[in-house]
């Protein structure tokens, strides 16, 4: 496997990562601190009412609304990972009392007045593992079908986590990604794991109820936990005090990959320097341009995701079965590249150019099924059809790139798309920062459309007087009323 380079852009708005292979970008990862949610986030909860005729509890946590608990959801009833209903269960009011104080996990976001949904079922998540503190068994992933390696992964976790007549000090779920683990890997998530436990409960004794015990990792965490392994050759961080903070979290938990870890400080943005802005804006466009000349096409719908193949001006081959083949096997590589980058889950189908040797099917389809390998996200890819097309699944794991930085457009019905007013308002923060450290105007001028300004003034209003501060410039914003929501111009004054 190549080795990797992860670039961390940083800004208190938005963390984006990128995971170069080569010097190509193989996938992109945002996070905005605006659209974190709650859920794995464990609270020190305490009972402020209980309802015996809906068998459920309302729970404080410190949140804007009480959240809510179900008995179901109760220590002691089903576990949540068997998914079991059919088990007794002891009524909530001769369980819980009012002033009662819990500790609880989040496992749905609040939405609209309904508060956050509840569990006394404590789950921690690591790379490989899921830990069950309350629990006893080794549970292992439906979608790790073999028997005999359902039976090896049970009979090594066992030995790894002391189940030999000690106390097992917890359970264990493992994961899909668990399957080709070595025990040093399984040993470091369990480590991690009994660590992360350790500290929800001494703060649990020591915090006053509404406290966060534990908050899900941010994505510069995840970083280390999920996407660093032994073919990390670095991880840069474009912010000094993340990364000081990624290196007492990764000293904590994730020893083996804090050496990896470097603050970048050079001049310019560190995606500009890598050309990731660059792909960025090629993974939100339709026509993807092939080395050879080919092209391909992705089309993001609702019930699948099409990949169309072309030749285009590709000609150098001798004759056309073998420039048919080549397209096909350069964009068998592209497509497995296009469906990490974009984040593209679900029914993926690939129209390839007709091949009419049969051989030259079984390769494409080889290295298809080679470059796809590379995805840590699980695919499944079937032959090819009568029809010619080859059908394959890729598990949806977050939002596609698309659904994430763009809204369908007003002003054509849905039919295309732009970036979200948002999205524009970061690329105008970051556009203004790389101006300052090129120029020192006496003021910087916004002008953009309606929506872009009113986010500026309103929900982004912190973090551009943040920016002014920084900079050490005054920003000022004029509307324009026929510009479109992606156009913006910066005028130094």
């Not at 490989?128 to 079908?145: C, E, R």
């Not at 976790?157 to 040093?184: C, H, P, V, W, Y």
């Amino acid at each position: 496997m190549a080795t990797q380079d992860i670039l961390i852009n940083w800004s208190p708005q938005e963390t984006r990562v990128a995971v170069v292979e080569n010097g190509a970008v193989q996938e992109l990862h945002i996070e905005r601190t605006l659209e974190r949610g709650q859920v794995g986030n464990v609270y020190l909860g305490k009972v402020v009412r209980v309802l015996p005729g809906m068998q459920s509890a309302f729970i404080d946590i410190g949140l804007e609304r009480a959240a809510f608990l179900h008995v179901a959801d109760l220590l002691g009833g089903p576990p949540r990972h068997e998914g079991r209903h059919d088990a007794p269960l002891v009524p909530i009011e001769k369980q819980v009392f009012e002033g009662q104080t819990l500790t609880v996990q989040v496992i749905k976001d609040a939405i609209g007045t309904k508060g956050a949904r509840l569990s006394t079922q404590v789950s921690i998540a690591g790379r490989m593992l899921v830990f069950l503190p309350h629990d006893k068994h080794i549970g292992i992933s439906q979608k790790i079908g073999s028997h005999e390696l359902r039976e090896s992964l049970r009979t090594r976790m066992q030995a790894l986590t002391g189940q030999d007549g000690k106390d097992s000090g917890g359970g264990f779920i493992l994961r899909t990604n668990a399957e080709e683990a070595s025990d040093a890997e399984l040993g470091e998530d369990i480590a991690y794991l009994r660590r992360a436990w350790a500290l929800i409960r001494e703060r649990s004794q020591k915090l006053p109820p509404g406290s966060l015990l534990h908050q899900d990792l941010s994505l510069a965490e995840r970083v280390l936990r999920d996407l660093a392994n032994e073919h990390t050759h670095s991880i840069r961080i474009d912010s000094k005090l993340q990364c000081e903070a990624l290196q007492r979290f990764g000293e904590t938990y994730m020893p083996g990959a804090v050496h990896k870890l470097e603050h970048y400080k050079g001049e310019r943005p560190i995606f500009d320097l890598f050309g990731i802005e660059e792909e960025i804006a090629r993974a939100l466009a339709r026509r993807v341009e092939l080395k050879s000349g080919g092209y391909l096409i992705v089309d993001q719908t609702e019930a699948l995701t099409t990949v169309d193949v072309n030749t285009g001006g590709f000609v150098g081959a001798r004759n056309f079965d073998d420039t048919i083949f080549k397209t096909n096997l350069e964009a068998a590589g592209a497509i497995a590249r296009q469906l990490r980058l974009r984040n593209l889950g679900g029914i993926i189908i690939a129209d390839f150019i007709d091949m009419t040797r049969p051989e030259h099917q079984e390769a494409v389809l080889a290295e298809l099924r080679k470059q796809l390998a590379r995805d840590r996200t699980r695919t499944t890819v079937s032959g090819f059809t009568q029809l010619g097309l080859v059908e394959m699944t890729r598990k949806r794991t977050r939002e596609s790139l698309a659904h994430m930085l763009c809204e369908p457009c007003p002003t054509c019905q849905g039919r295309g798309q732009v970036k979200t007013a948002r999205s524009v308002c970061y690329d105008i923060l970051r556009e203004i920062l790389r101006e300052a450290r090129q120029f020192s105007p006496k003021e910087f001028r916004v002008i953009a459309s309606a929506a872009v300004v009113e986010m500026l003034l309103d929900e982004e209003s912190v973090h551009l007087a943040g920016l002014s501060e920084f900079i050490g410039k005054p920003i000022s914003l004029s509307a324009e009323p026929t510009m479109n929501p992606e156009q913006y111009d910066i005028v130094l004054m």
